[in-house]
């Protein structure tokens, strides 16, 4: 079984950024897809970003496109979320999670396990 551990969470300014980090631990996830999803009082789950197990395709909801920026290292077995020019309704709790597949990171059902999340939070 896998640890989802994210980090890098905090109070920004609207305009600011901030780096998540998903670090994995139990077992490796290099050959995994992995993607990050948020939730807010409003949606109980929401895909913000996907990469593939290699990094070579990447998916990103079009509210945060041209903004944030998925990315991985399969040494560390940790994925990233580069979010940039963060506005309040990016504000929520981000969370990583690891699919059964290597290419499959859109559908959350392909999704085998969760971290716990971290809170975002963009005052305007």
């Known amino acids: 079984q896998v640890q989802l551990v994210e980090s890098g969470g905090g109070l920004v300014q609207a305009g600011g950024s901030l780096r998540l980090s998903c670090a994995a631990s139990?077992?490796?996830?290099?050959?995994?897809?992995m993607a990050w999803f948020r939730r807010t009082p409003e949606k109980e789950r929401d895909l913000v970003a996907g990469i593939s197990w290699n990094g070579g395709t990447t998916y990103y909801a079009d509210s945060v496109k041209g903004r944030f920026t998925i990315s991985r290292d399969n040494v560390k077995n940790t994925v990233y979320l580069q979010m940039n020019s963060l506005k309040p309704e990016d504000t929520a709790i981000y969370y990583c999670?690891?699919?059964?597949?290597?290419?499959?990171?859109?559908?959350?059902?392909?999704?085998?396990?969760w971290g716990q999340g971290t809170q975002v939070t963009v005052s305007s």
């Open positions: 999670a690891v699919s059964r597949f290597t290419n499959s990171y859109t559908r959350p059902e392909h999704f085998s396990s």
């Open positions: 139990g077992r490796t996830v290099s050959s995994y897809a």
